[in-house]
């Protein structure tokens, strides 16, 4: 044996699950990645962060792919194809830092309760689609709208300019999208005011118990490995069809050319600005909760070649965020078309409200307000659902006892996510997610940090490269190793301090600090805390407990095959003298 095992460390030994299952077709984790790029919530929170930016703001984006994004890709795929397991049971390669795997469940967790309002709001819209009179329309708009209110609309933007057109001293006008009030409209208070009276809308609670139930189903039929990943492959394929074909419907809206024009030759100023900007959608390539990667290369097959699935990965996902940025870019200058330089259009979240008055002025407005709110819900529903599939198959991989109970946990699971969310049905909620969001930035790449100093430190640059050898099949470059070890954690770093940056600007009452303290920053707390319990539960010296709970434990991969040659090949090899210390320890 010339691995150290669990037994002579005093750790729970690692019992691999074999009935797991892996992809039908090796490009269902491809696709399974690409969803991951469909987690809108950048778009809703960031939006001018990155969009105003124009194609030159995103062209960093190839810079990022090369010195940390597809090289930290490569290294989350490492960890889950070589071990065969989720984001827990893979850090049995530095048992001290297995903290890090029940971080990224909660994280994950954390995340899924707020994430629902992506899909909650798009089903708003798809469900009044079927009216005979959109009620954000300009037509529908008078129905139900308090005119007493004094709240000017795009649907009399040009009677207000041609009151003041005689005018020579006239203050700019603020204009509100008749989308955005409709959906305000569920509350009687304002939303994301602290001193308004906490909220609750039915209407919105009726659709999160639906999108809840959506995703139970799901579950229900595709629970299987190879059945959930035909469903992603099928799910990501037809968003992104959906989006294509509104893309060049939105071509022939007003302003749209002007958008997709300006979008493509921007200021040459703005470069400099996408380069520090596009840190936050490079890291968008995780998904939502960190760890997704290394559960979801965990059903490759062991010889995969990751090297060039996650270049095709990030290039997919960046061709995924063109084309939302795009869109974005058509709606805002739609409203940039039907005003002036003294208005102003109030467009919230456009993507997901403002956008819906948009399309009620196309020809086939009902038609074509379903087809756009189907794409978003479904995006909402493949990010939504990748992560609880890659939360459940960790746990499962980690306790061996729940794997008799998969669906008693599952729906286990899901209905407690459900009555979690419900706190997003309220006006405070509703502004919550936001900050909650910000604070990913921060806590991914503290992670990722972490992940670095895991592998390629503490299990070390020449047993990480001798693995990965080994699972590939072909070499793995130095300079690879180098960029990972050195170059990488730099920009994680700038992305950590710009995180908390973040955060502390999002967090701007108590209950959201309250929130994100206990949702976000607090089980990070676990990591240390994990480590010091496999110390003390280990023997010996201080010394000796430290460099025994940072070995790696178990680490070899789960089918007897590959496990036998890669027991020979670590034997043959001189770069295992750490390994044979252990062995020697252990007998």
């Avoid at 969803?35 to 778009?43: E, I, R, S, Y």
């Avoid at 899901?414 to 990913?440: K, P």
């Avoid at 072909?474 to 990972?484: D, G, L, N, R, T």
């Avoid at 955060?503 to 607090?522: C, D, G, Q, T």
């Amino acid at each position: 044996m010339v691995y150290e095992t669990s037994y002579g460390t005093g750790l729970r030994p690692f019992s691999p699950d074999l009935n797991r299952g892996k992809w039908e077709k090796p490009t269902d984790y491809i696709f399974a990645c690409l969803g991951l790029a469909l987690k809108l919530d950048v778009f809703a929170a960031s939006y001018w962060y990155f969009f105003e930016l124009g194609i030159l703001g995103i062209l960093p984006y190839f810079v990022y792919m090369v010195i940390y994004l597809v090289p930290i890709l490569v290294v989350h795929s490492f960890m889950g194809q070589f071990s065969s397991s989720g984001f827990i049971s893979a850090f049995r390669v530095s048992p001290f830092f297995k903290g890090m795997g029940y971080v990224s469940a909660f994280l994950s967790i954390s995340m899924l309760v707020y994430y629902s309002i992506f899909a909650a709001v798009p089903l708003l819209f798809m469900v009044n689609s079927f009216r005979p009179t959109l009620p954000w329309s300009c037509e529908g708009f008078e129905s139900w709208h308090n005119v007493s209110s004094g709240q000017s609309t795009i649907c009399n933007i040009t009677k207000a300019f041609d009151e003041n057109e005689n005018e020579t001293d006239y203050y700019s006008s603020v204009f509100h999208v008749p989308s955005v009030l409709y959906f305000e409209n569920h509350f009687s208070n304002e939303i994301g005011y602290p001193e308004e009276e906490f909220e609750l809308s039915w209407h919105l609670l009726g659709l999160f118990v639906l999108v809840w139930a959506m995703i139970a189903f799901i579950f229900y039929k595709f629970s299987e490995t190879e059945k959930f990943g035909k469903f992603i492959r099928y799910m990501v394929i037809g968003t992104l069809a959906l989006l294509l074909v509104c893309f060049l419907r939105f071509l022939f809206l007003p302003g749209a050319l002007t958008g997709v024009n300006k979008y493509l030759t921007p200021e040459a100023e703005h470069l400099a600005m996408g380069s520090v900007s596009t840190f936050i959608i490079a890291l968008q390539a995780f998904g939502a909760g960190w760890g997704t990667v290394i559960a979801l290369s965990s059903f490759n097959g062991f010889k995969t070649n990751i090297m060039s699935f996650s270049w095709i990965i990030s290039f997919g996902q960046v061709f995924i965020f063109i084309l939302f940025g795009l869109v974005s870019f058509m709606l805002d200058h739609y409203f940039k078309e039907v005003s002036d330089a003294t208005n102003y259009v109030l467009h919230d979240w456009l993507l997901f409200l403002s956008g819906a008055s948009i399309i009620s002025t196309m020809g086939w407005a009902n038609l074509w307000t379903f087809i756009y709110y189907t794409m978003l819900l479904m995006a909402a529903l493949i990010v939504m659902t990748t992560q609880i599939f890659t939360v459940l198959q960790s746990i499962f991989d980690e306790f061996e006892k729940l794997r008799e109970r998969k669906q008693e946990v599952t729906f286990g699971l899901i209905g407690g996510l459900a009555l979690c969310s419900f706190m997003f049905c309220t006006n405070h909620g509703i502004s919550f997610f936001f900050a909650l969001g910000s604070d990913a930035l921060a806590t991914h790449s503290l992670l990722h940090l972490l992940l670095i100093l895991v592998v390629l430190w503490i299990y070390g640059r020449e047993r990480f490269q001798r693995d990965i050898e080994f699972m590939l099949g072909q070499p793995f470059a130095s300079w690879k190793v180098f960029i990972i070890r050195f170059i990488a954690p730099i920009i994680l770093l700038i992305c950590l301090l710009a995180g908390i940056g973040l955060s502390l600007v999002s967090h701007f009452s108590a209950v959201i600090i309250v929130i994100s303290l206990i949702l976000v920053w607090l089980p990070i707390l676990a990591i240390p805390g994990f480590g010091l319990y496999y110390l003390f539960q280990s023997t010996g010296t201080f010394s000796d407990r430290c460099r025994r709970t940072c070995r790696p434990t178990d680490w070899y991969p789960v089918e007897m095959e590959h496990r036998q040659q890669y027991e020979e090949a670590v034997g043959n090899t001189e770069m295992t003298h750490q390994l044979f210390e252990v062995t020697e320890e252990v007998n």
